[in-house]
């Protein structure tokens, strides 16, 4: 979802940056500081090691700047440089028992069912899909569904097939819904209220 | 660069919700001035890469010449020349003489072959050649 319009798209700004243009590079910094950050969240202890992680991605990509290709979507290069320098960052810290450790891994009914529902509504669809999805498939919906790239986009970003992002993806899906749909039926029969999806709720 | 959508996709209520959710998890974060603010770092880290350098270089340097200096503070191999006196001169060898080989005495080399008691090839080799280099270096 880069911008477009009478805005210069970030291929644009790019360019501009590759000349030595550190307002246009700030501009791609803003623009694609959240959702590096969302990205990255999965690969990062807690949100603040994820926002350091994207200031480390940012730097790196001012220093390659020479090294992108206009021709491609910017936010595909980005993407591919911050997830490198997270894996080879992980790859350092390995001596650590927490580097590698993905979020994922905590057990999704770690509380009472009506307590995890409730904590699920609080804290947001993107939050609650970091936590019950794999990395790489919190990773692939995010691409998708918040960056908006093609499954070949998402395919050179984490190195893989088309058609395996497009598996990933429908895996990602369905376990994701089902977590909530099973989350909403503990709620209601804790509650004793009508079951109802909350696919439906959201649609 | 157009994507595809696929209609699966477009149906699901809750790919729309994960759409929603997903502008609010793009705000800025406030990261842009700490970039802009860090971005001529690369420039310190390699002052920094090449001072590591450097000083890689001198102590690289230093051992070098503190290995050179003990090995050549160590005494040498065997007595120096001054504790073990002067080189004895010895006197020039005479220069061999080889006989002509119609010059050599049968008689004599035969009478050696059985005074050794043996006639191998070596040892007729052996006398053979003796008695070619002439009587100048048989007492030798």
């Keep these: ?203 | 660069m157009k994507h595809e959508h696929d209609t699966s996709e477009e149906l699901d209520p809750l790919v729309h919700a994960l759409r929603r959710a997903a502008q609010v998890e793009r705000e800025p974060l406030g990261l842009q001035a700490a970039v802009l603010a860090r971005l001529d770092e690369p420039e310190r880290e390699a002052r920094a890469w090449m001072r590591g350098r450097v000083w890689a270089l001198a102590a690289g340097i230093a051992a070098a010449l503190l290995i050179g200096a003990f090995l050549a503070s160590r005494p040498a191999q065997g007595p120096t020349p001054e504790l073990a006196g002067p080189v004895p001169k010895t006197a020039p060898r005479a220069p061999r003489r080889v006989l002509p080989r119609e010059l050599v005495p049968e008689t004599a080399l035969r009478a050696e072959l059985e005074g050794l008691g043996r006639d191998t090839r070596a040892a007729a080799r052996f006398l053979i050649a003796r008695a070619r280099l002439g009587p100048a270096t048989r007492g030798s």
């Design chain 1, 1 to 203: 979802m880069e911008a477009r319009g009478p805005e210069p798209a970030c291929e644009e700004l790019a360019r501009a940056a590759q000349a030595g243009s550190r307002e246009a590079y700030g501009e791609l910094v803003l623009r694609h500081e959240g959702s590096l950050v969302r990205f990255l969240r999965g690969r990062a202890a807690n949100e603040a090691d994820a926002e350091e992680l994207a200031q480390e991605a940012f730097l790196r990509g001012w220093r390659k700047l020479e090294q992108y290709d206009p021709s491609y979507r910017f936010s595909t290069w980005l993407f591919t440089l911050a997830r490198n320098l997270a894996i080879s960052r992980a790859r350092r810290r390995r001596a650590e028992p927490e580097g590698e450790e993905s979020l994922a891994a905590v057990p999704v009914h770690a509380s009472p069912p009506l307590l995890a529902a409730r904590r699920e509504e609080s804290e947001g669809l993107w939050s609650l899909a970091e936590r019950v999805l794999t990395r790489e498939q919190h990773e692939a919906l995010w691409l998708r569904y918040g960056e908006d790239l093609a499954a070949e986009e998402i395919g050179a970003i984490l190195g893989k097939r088309a058609v395996a992002v497009r598996v990933l993806l429908f895996r990602a899906r369905e376990q994701l819904g089902g977590h909530l749909e099973r989350a909403a039926a503990r709620a209601s029969r804790q509650e004793g209220d009508v079951l109802v999806s909350p696919r439906e709720v959201w649609s």
